[in-house]
């Protein structure tokens, strides 16, 4: 809800007020954002008090003696008036470049869910409304729209800008945040997803100490040494930032001398810079904000509802993704008709529904990356084409896709050899390469149209059901012939949505999962395009668990791309089980990535089991809410239905504690304290090496059934059996070890 009053504005979501005035000086202060506020009372109990003379410190204007730019919370900010933050908006305005800027209320509007004309993602506006309010800065004409949609139905804001140029002169935009948000400082601390190729998203905690916290992306693409989402944490609450841009983003807080907290969400401004001439508007990307006073894992649930509800595409949002079979880690390059044939009977058998050509399809001449950028089928592989395979696995009950990296060109290609000026590169430098290969020019129309045309035929003549769409390089040489180059980046991730949108509208039921090297554009602009994103190139259960955990603070656990693969892990050599590996990759997008023709008879009938199981609890494992309950030396994630009368529980001990018999319990939170709950383990196998007192070969791990209050579950936790210590191996002791698991099913059977 939406609602003005004397020039103060009001935005409700169902459990959180955000609030904001328009000063005696005609500029936009913020009062407030947090928990439903019943009474607004008396605004200057929200205000800095700033009504005391202030040496070195600007004033707004002589006729308002005592209002400090530098010291007011404020909705957008701008250099040359005094404020001494970094401010959301920065440019320089005719040819005397004029650096000043100070935009000042001028209207509002109110409008019904809306859609931006603008050519990035935005949330979806069901159940909507935005707030537009138009400032202006009077000498130069230049208005800066700030939009607030309220989402009714997920407790989020969204914000961003628009900046139209309704001045005689050019002007240029050296920086405009998205997001901007003034708050006290009270102690605060940011939570960060860090990383880089195979450790995307570890989370990181910073306290806040007075000067500047940032990150960012220069890679060109949202990048996985920075995700752009961020939290913030202090003890009566966690707020929640992310961004709809796959391009270079930066997130800032500063924490003032003077106790005050600026936070900063948008496009990188140090890549950054664009020409707005007389007439034209500028869209910048979409923030999301949520908050809730219960902290991060509350906070983090309302983060998934909104994916859920607005952003990810319509049709697949609430659909179970089918188990599936990816070629890479099990054969490489080494694809032809007759071994993905083989594969995909064994995979039948298996109970896996879709299997995914991966790279190493297409035509290779001498390089080791092929012929990127002409997507022709390597005949020496494939005589009868991609079509009869496709028909085969049709044939065979098997959905089909197919690995591209539209994105990208090798010198190789005829694609090159036709069209030079499509590879990315600067005059008179050599350009560099990337995995070898180098980035097509998105920012030209007929690049994306040769690439829509490319894949259309792929997808449409060989009828895919799913598309891997990978982007395996970041950006050198920004360049482009009929560009003023710091707008390159800008231009081309617009280019690269104009490219996605085209065939999200051609395919709105292909099963569409983004890749960058695994996660590195993990980012709420791709999921506004793709279904689910590959969650890492590290495959290894134990290190998945860290990914799993960071990514899931921003996004939901059905659209994360998760398999089992070879053990010992490809990456990282780790041995570990495949019921472990199960167990973590079940939270998720869930498939396989092994050869399943070399499996033995045992392997063959743990991976029937789980895929059994998983289908059995699909649902819930990939659209149920999701709950990071514990995570230090006992892991316990919970997925639960919309009334959590079934909820499905993680537990796994990253060190088993053999040397003393240590109290183990599985808390379940979600569980109601009134209702009676059955509890029942998972059959699972046990595979690890053996204990004396057992037989070689895969076991049976313990398998039981409690009847467990609620009230137990939900407090301190139900208690499990003790692990084996090298004595008593029966039914009443677990074999776990280093990074074992169980899955519990718990069901409410009725109240106390
Ligand atoms: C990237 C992806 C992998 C795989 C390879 C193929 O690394 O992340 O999943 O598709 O490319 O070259």
């Known amino acids: 809800m939406i609602q003005e009053n004397n020039g103060v504005f009001r935005l409700d979501t169902p459990n959180t007020t955000y609030l904001f005035h328009i000063t005696e000086t005609g500029h936009l202060e913020h009062l407030y954002y947090g928990q439903t506020l019943n009474e607004i009372g008396d605004l200057e109990a929200y205000r800095v008090n700033t009504k005391l003379r202030m040496p070195t410190i600007v004033n707004t204007s002589d006729r308002f003696p005592r209002s400090y730019p530098a010291l007011t919370l404020m909705e957008t900010s701008s250099f040359g008036k005094g404020d001494l933050r970094e401010v959301a908006f920065a440019g320089e305005y005719g040819e005397n470049g004029n650096t000043v800027f100070d935009f000042v209320y001028d209207s509002y509007r109110i409008e019904k869910g809306c859609a931006l004309p603008s050519p990035l993602p935005f949330a979806r506006r069901n159940c909507s409304s935005t707030l537009i309010i138009q400032c202006l800065d009077e000498p130069t004409g230049i208005i800066l ?72 992306s220069t890679a060109g693409i949202s990048s996985a040494e920075h995700n752009p989402l961020l939290i913030l944490n202090r003890n009566s609450g966690s707020y929640l930032f992310n961004l709809f841009w796959s391009g270079d983003h930066r997130e800032s807080v500063e924490v003032t ?83 993905i044939k083989k594969q995909a009977l064994q995979a039948k058998k298996l109970g896996i529904e879709l299997f995914v050509i991966d790279d190493g399809w297409f035509r290779h001449k001498q390089c080791a990356v092929g012929d990127l950028g002409d997507w022709v089928v390597a005949e020496n592989k494939f005589p009868k084409g991609l079509k009869s395979v496709v028909s085969f696995l049709h044939e065979i009950g098997l959905m089909a896709g197919i ?142 668990l860290e990914i799993f955990l960071g990514t899931s603070l921003g996004y939901p656990q059905r659209c ?9 892990n490809g990456i990282t050599g780790r041995i570990y089980d495949y019921e472990t590996a199960f167990a973590v990759n079940a939270f998720g997008a869930y498939g396989y990535e092994l050869d399943v023709t070399a499996l033995t008879d045992e392997e063959k009938q743990i991976f029937i089991d789980q895929i059994t199981f998983y289908k059995q609890f699909r649902n819930l494992l990939q659209l149920g809410t999701l709950r990071r309950v514990r995570n230090d030396d006992t892991v ?117």
């Not at 139905?153 to 050296?174: F, W, Y």
């Not at 989370?203 to 100490?209: K, S």
């Open 145 to 216: 729209e700030l939009h607030y949609t309220v989402f009714d139905d997920c407790d989020v804001i969204t914000r961003s800008c628009v900046v139209c140029n309704s001045g005689s002169e050019t002007l240029v935009i050296r920086s405009v945040s998205s997001l901007q948000l003034d708050l006290i400082d009270t102690g605060w601390e940011a939570l960060t997803l860090d990383g880089a190729w195979s450790r995307e998203r570890q989370i990181c905690r910073t306290p806040l100490h007075s000067g500047i916290f940032s990150i960012q």
């Open 560 to 568: 994360f791309g998760a398999h089992v693969s070879k053990i010992p």
């Open 257 to 339: 001398t003077y106790g005050t907290l600026r936070l900063l969400t948008g496009i990188n401004p140090s890549t950054f810079s664009y020409r707005l001439k007389s007439g034209e508007c500028f869209y910048t990307p979409e923030a999301m904000m949520a908050f809730s006073p219960c902290g991060e894992e509350y906070v983090t649930q309302t983060a998934h509802f909104f994916v859920r509800q607005q952003v990810l595409p319509e049709y697949w949002s609430e659909k179970e993704r089918p188990i599936l079979l990816n070629s890479w880690e099990g054969m490489g390059f080494d694809l032809s008709e007759e071994k």
């Open 636 to 752: 316990i994630w919970t997925t639960e239905n919309e009334d959590a009368t079934v909820i499905l529980a993680l537990y796994l001990e990253k060190r088993t504690c053999v040397s003393q018999p240590k109290v183990r319990t599985l808390q379940v939170p979600s569980c109601r304290r009134e209702v009676i709950y059955r509890v029942r383990t998972r059959k699972q196998w046990i595979t690890a090496p053996f204990p004396c007192a057992m037989k070689n070969g895969a076991h049976l791990s313990e398998v039981f059934e409690r009847i467990v209050p609620g009230v137990i579950l939900c407090g301190n936790g139900m208690t499990l059996m003790p692990v084996h210590l090298g004595t008593d191996m029966n039914q009443d002791t677990a074999f776990l070890g280093d990074y074992g698991s169980r899955i519990f099913i718990v069901e409410a059977m009725g109240g106390t």
């Open 403 to 544: 690995w591209v990296e539209p994105e990208s060109i090798s010198l190789e290609s005829d694609l090159y050899r036709t069209h030079p000026e499509y590879l990315v590169q600067c005059p008179g430098r050599e350009p560099s390469p990337g995995r070898d290969q180098y980035l097509l020019d998105l920012t030209r129309e007929d690049v994306v149209q040769v690439l829509y045309q490319k894949l259309e035929n792929l997808i449409s003549d060989n009828s895919f059901d799913y598309l891997k769409w990978d982007m395996n390089r970041y950006f050198s040489d920004d360049y482009s012939p009929d560009l003023w180059m710091p707008e390159f980046r800008y231009r081309w991730t617009i280019g690269l949505y104009e490219l996605l949108r085209k065939i999200r509208r051609r395919f709105p039921t292909l099963l569409i999962e983004g890749c960058a090297s695994g996660g590195g554009r993990f980012d709420l602009g791709m999921l506004s395009y793709v279904d689910q994103f590959w969650g890492s190139d590290n495959t290894d259960a134990t290190d998945r």
